[in-house]
């Protein structure tokens, strides 16, 4: 089964309990997770004015195609009310699909790699937590590189379960 990325995050709402309900959703409906990161919080990149986000990355083993696996997402969301008004704007969740194997894929829907990824440190924090030696499939260096080479000056702060939201 393929191993995908996600970064979950969530700035509306009860964020933690979001997340671990995103987490709960994505595995009975793509597959297994492998990993979690740590929970991180960050001021809101590209709309600034609106509440911090709180972020998580997960490693899961996937049965579906990357399609489906972005269906997947898109149903986790809507699940926790997630409305899409502006573009960047305050979510009660968001999963993105960052890495997906080794593949490249570029359709209307859905591009993987994440073409933003190397340009957000609240991405990257988290999943180099979990996949700092993971290749990025067009860049050919590590999670970890990328984060060095990151020019994001907001601040990721790793945080605790028990973090008043």
Partial sequence: MPTAYLLLGSNLGDRFALLQEAVRHLTAVAGPIEALSHFYETAAWGLEDQPAFLNQAVQLRTFLPPEQLLDACLATEQLAGRQRLVRWGARTLDVDILLYDNLILDTPRLQVPHPR?????????????????????????????????????????QVTEDYPT
């Fill in 117 to 157: 990824l190397p340009e957000r440190r609240f991405a990257l924090v988290p999943l180099t937590e979990i996949g700092a030696e993971v290749m990025h499939p067009t860049l050919r260096c590590t999670v970890a590189e990328l984060l060095t080479a990151c020019t994001d000056a907001l601040e990721v702060h």
